[in-house]
């Protein structure tokens, strides 16, 4: 017996949205999942393949699959934003040539990742020097704060748990993050934290952490979901604090 039907549009009735998330990351798409508002916005999610270990080598070497991750997507999405779920690998291979990559896999609007991101929320903020926590080894981390300076933003103080191991970062528990964030905001010198890394558990932290040191504090995460948010055209609040009254 064969019924007739009829066809209706995506379940993004206000935005579909997309991420690409490493195959390592146990963290990112939860968070994304807590924060973006879910009334008519759908988010669809792939993985690139990246290696255990992080270095800038293993993060370069994502160029080469980015696009074939984006075609995974479902072929008759248009995304009005898609996040590329990196801090460390934007900073190695660059924010236009994410872009560029990801739109050769899959038809996207608009296109972003947490370096981007943080800068875009910096300049809402009017933030310029931060105090950034890192998870992993200083070659990495170096070429973030590179990065940063080119923007305009600063990083006077630093501090890392010099780990190269994905599957340790994920696992890092929210107190650790809490503990290095305050020794690092008692240095001074610094209008905000920054807690860098998609796979780090920081989501949870940010709170406590302004209660106690009065400092905005922002993520790779939380500036990810705010940015691709705003550039998939969404207004309320979501779950971005102070980033969503500006």
């Known amino acids: 017996m064969r019924f007739d039907y009829t066809l209706g549009g995506p379940i993004g009735t206000r935005a579909t949205l997309g991420l690409v998330a490493l195959q390592s990351d146990e963290t990112v798409e939860h968070d994304l999942r807590r924060q ?13 393949p990246s290696g255990l270990e992080v270095s800038t080598d293993t993060l ?24 590329y779920g990196c801090t460390s690998g934007t ?5 236009a040539k994410i872009a560029e990559l990801v739109r050769s896999g ?13 800068i875009a929320a910096c300049k809402a903020l009017g933030l310029r020097r931060l105090a950034l926590l890192s998870p992993y080894v200083e070659t990495v981390s170096a070429r973030l704060r590179a990065v940063l300076a080119e923007a305009g933003v600063e990083t006077p103080v630093f501090g890392s748990f010099n780990e190269a191991e994905e599957a340790k970062v994920a696992r890092i528990d929210t107190a650790s993050v809490i503990a290095a964030a305050r020794a690092l905001a008692a240095k001074g010198g610094a209008d905000a934290l920054f807690l860098s890394c998609t796979n780090l558990r920081t989501l949870d932290a940010i709170g406590p952490i302004e209660a106690e040191t009065g400092l905005p504090v922002l993520s790779s995460n939380l500036v990810l979901g705010w940015h691709m948010a705003r550039l998939g055209g969404l207004d309320d609040k979501g779950a971005f604090g102070r980033l969503w009254q500006v």
């Not at 370069?60 to 996040?83: H, I, S």
């Not at 900073?91 to 924010?95: D, L, N, W």
């Open 91 to 95: 900073a190695v291979i660059g924010a």
């Open 60 to 83: 370069a070497e994502m160029q080469a699959t980015l696009p074939a991750a984006a075609a995974l997507f479902p072929r008759p999405a248009r995304f009005d934003a898609v996040g």
């Open 106 to 118: 899959t038809v996207a609007a608009q296109v972003t990742e947490p370096v981007s991101g943080l």
């Open 36 to 48: 973006l508002p879910l009334d008519g916005v759908n988010l669809h999610v792939t993985r690139v």
